[in-house]
């Protein structure tokens, strides 16, 4: 490669700076909680990056622990639903987090763009916060939750019982603070910077924990330099061709541990199964060193593993990467659960797993697979077709500022000189959907609307709006057409994106196969009423179908 991982997906969910230079359901009533007798000691929260919820038909008969107890013990619900537009890792995980949609939440992509300060800005980006390191490093990237316009579920536990502790921890600085809040002294929330090192901010915690220190110092991310990555499984037992059309990463397994000329070792590695293993191992010394969950609590434990979401992107859906990574995914909750198992109680500990977002097959392979021919949706080529008609209306040229992979950004006064001219806005709508791959365009106005809709798209739109971090103009592509200029994207309204597997296990939780509507909005509102935590006003709602109680 000669892109790092990091690099690559925020060039694919960021944008191109073209112009320049170029419902919910509401309140949740305090539910009759369980008695301290039966309340969780431990509420555990895994979230796997970018897993779709067919990898459940296509690749569930590989896995052989974690993945196997979870879906024959536990229970499931094979296709819940995100119900707003713009499925993203930063606004899936604070959906999660919260059982809100991002229009409440505000976290609503990886990053927007900020026409105050004329720059893309990250969704966790604080520049108030300080970075705390581990492992001797000093930090360098400026973190919190302060973007978060709601609590989370681990904000309401902190702050409603007195002696609870949050763990959240993940590659992704969006990820663990999705999951893991806004901080505060009983709350450790810890991440992975580009650079490779461990860190927090002082969001959190002014000093670094020494249970997260001597786990970075005693196992350095590094010692994996130079290994090998070679399927787990027999490769006959593997679905589909290795290095299938379109792979942004070339080569066949095995895979070495090796950066290119120039490259970081950093992406090598995240972009590989050992990063989850690391997690795994990491949350393992946690519970134990913190004794999470062996005292009345509950406490929390929140993982974002994100090896699927950097290895999909670059190999696709239909990969023997993504399988292999799910393989050993499987083996890690596997030791997981039997760590939880054994220091906090079989029946002491709630454990829910589902995913952020799904993710589009490889465009190359798309009509193969489904019928439906796919593509790659150029938002360069989409401003200039917008720039063009707008110039052939308003006269002069450039009108927009900033694209991001959902967004058009136009430059300061041009939008409202757009909607006093009926002929200019049938004009940018007419260039924009004539550009291959777009399927449909709306405008700001609409999205901030509440007049009534039966236009599916709109509602979602709608849930994912956000005024002055959100844009003008607002694109989705047709399916199997991703924003990226390679490999593969999320982010759309299509089921591919939207749909994700959900998980129940362990006390409270009545095993079995469940097909009643469901989001993962919904897990935070039942593992609030599982450990007796009120969180009001969430768009989400208990599925009490799958509770004992």
């Known amino acids: 490669m000669t892109v790092t991982a990091r690099a690559h997906q925020a060039a694919l969910g960021l944008a191109l700076v073209v112009a320049a230079s170029l419902s919910g359901q509401g309140a949740q009533a305090p539910a009759r909680g369980?008695?301290?007798?039966?309340?969780?000691?431990?509420?555990?929260?895994?979230?796997?990056?970018?897993?779709?919820?067919?990898?459940?038909?296509?690749?569930?008969?590989?896995?052989?622990?974690?993945?196997?107890?979870?879906?024959?013990?536990?229970?499931?619900?094979?296709?819940?639903?995100?119900?707003?537009?713009?499925?993203?890792?930063?606004?899936?995980?604070?959906?999660?987090?919260?059982?809100?949609?991002?229009?409440?939440?505000?976290?609503?992509?990886?990053?927007?763009?900020?026409?105050?300060?004329?720059?893309?800005?990250?969704?966790?980006?604080?520049?108030?916060?300080?970075?705390?390191?581990?492992?001797?490093?000093?930090?360098?990237?400026?973190?919190?939750?302060?973007?978060?316009?709601?609590?989370?579920?681990?904000?309401?536990?902190?702050?409603?019982?007195?002696?609870?502790?949050?763990?959240?921890?993940?590659?992704?600085?969006?990820?663990?603070?999705?999951?893991?809040?806004?901080?505060?002294?009983?709350?450790?929330?810890?991440?992975?910077?580009?650079?490779?090192?461990?860190?927090?901010?002082?969001?959190?915690?002014?000093?670094?924990?020494?249970?997260?220190?001597?786990?970075?110092?005693?196992?350095?991310?590094?010692?994996?330099?130079?290994?090998?990555?070679?399927?787990?499984?027999?490769?006959?037992?593997?679905?589909?061709?290795?290095?299938?059309?379109?792979?942004?990463?070339?080569?066949?397994?095995?895979?070495?541990?090796?950066?290119?000329?120039?490259?970081?070792?950093?992406?090598?590695?995240?972009?590989?199964?050992?990063?989850?293993?690391?997690?795994?191992?990491?949350?393992?010394?946690?519970?134990?060193?913190?004794?999470?969950?062996?005292?009345?609590?509950?406490?929390?434990?929140?993982?974002?593993?994100?090896?699927?979401?950097?290895?999909?992107?670059?190999?696709?859906?239909?990969?023997?990467?993504?399988?292999?990574?799910?393989?050993?995914?499987?083996?890690?909750?596997?030791?997981?659960?039997?760590?939880?198992?054994?220091?906090?109680?079989?029946?002491?500990?709630?454990?829910?797993?589902?995913?952020?977002h799904g993710v589009a097959l490889l465009p190359e392979q798309a009509a193969a697979a489904t019928g439906v021919a796919g593509g790659r949706l150029g938002v360069n080529t989409l401003g200039l077709a917008i720039d063009i008609a707008l110039g052939s209306e308003l006269g002069g040229r450039p009108f927009i500022e900033a694209i991001t992979s959902s967004y058009v950004h136009f430059r300061p006064g041009v939008l409202d000189r757009i909607r006093a001219n009926a002929s200019a806005m049938r004009a940018v709508e007419a260039a924009a959907q004539s550009v291959p791959g777009v399927e449909r365009v709306y405008w700001s106005w609409d999205l901030a609307a509440s007049t009534p809709t039966v236009d599916p798209f709109l509602t979602g739109l709608r849930k994912s709006y956000v005024a002055g971090r959100s844009g003008d103009l607002a694109f989705l592509p047709l399916a199997n057409w991703v924003v990226a200029g390679g490999g593969t994207q999320h982010g759309s309204m299509h089921p591919y994106d939207t749909e994700v597997p959900l998980l129940l296990f362990g006390a409270g939780v009545r095993p079995g196969r469940y097909t009643t509507a469901a989001t993962p909005l919904d897990l935070a509102p039942t593992l609030a009423t599982l450990g007796g935590i009120a969180l009001p006003n969430v768009d989400g709602r208990v599925l009490r179908e799958a509770l004992t109680r």
């Open 34 to 356: 369980p008695s301290a007798a039966t309340t969780p000691r431990l509420l555990v929260l895994f979230v796997v990056d970018q897993l779709r919820a067919d990898y459940l038909d296509w690749y569930g008969s590989q896995w052989t622990q974690g993945f196997k107890r979870l879906t024959t013990e536990g229970a499931l619900f094979p296709r819940a639903k995100y119900p707003y537009a713009i499925t993203r890792t930063c606004a899936g995980h604070a959906s999660i987090g919260t059982g809100v949609v991002p229009a409440k939440h505000g976290m609503i992509d990886n990053e927007w763009y900020d026409a105050a300060q004329h720059a893309f800005v990250a969704c966790t980006l604080d520049r108030a916060a300080s970075p705390v390191g581990f492992g001797g490093q000093p930090g360098a990237e400026h973190h919190s939750g302060a973007g978060l316009r709601v609590p989370t579920l681990a904000d309401e536990l902190l702050r409603q019982r007195a002696s609870a502790r949050v763990v959240s921890i993940a590659l992704k600085a969006r990820s663990a603070i999705g999951l893991g809040g806004r901080g505060g002294p009983r709350a450790m929330a810890v991440w992975e910077e580009d650079s490779g090192t461990w860190a927090t901010s002082s969001a959190f915690t002014r000093t670094p924990w020494p249970e997260v220190d001597t786990f970075v110092r005693t196992h350095p991310s590094s010692a994996a330099r130079g290994q090998t990555w070679e399927r787990r499984l027999p490769p006959a037992s593997y679905r589909n061709e290795d290095d299938g059309r379109g792979e942004l990463a070339p080569g066949t397994f095995p895979h070495r541990l090796v950066p290119p000329a120039g490259g970081s070792f950093v992406t090598v590695w995240d972009m590989s199964p050992f990063s989850d293993a690391y997690l795994g191992e990491m949350a393992e010394s946690l519970v134990e060193r913190l004794k999470l969950g062996q005292q009345d609590g509950p406490d929390l434990l929140a993982i974002g593993f994100s090896a699927l979401d950097f290895v999909g992107h670059s190999y696709g859906p239909r990969s023997h990467e993504v399988q292999d990574v799910l393989v050993r995914l499987d083996e890690v909750i596997g030791r997981l659960m039997s760590v939880l198992d054994r220091t906090v109680g079989r029946d002491r500990y709630v454990l829910a797993l589902t995913s952020d």
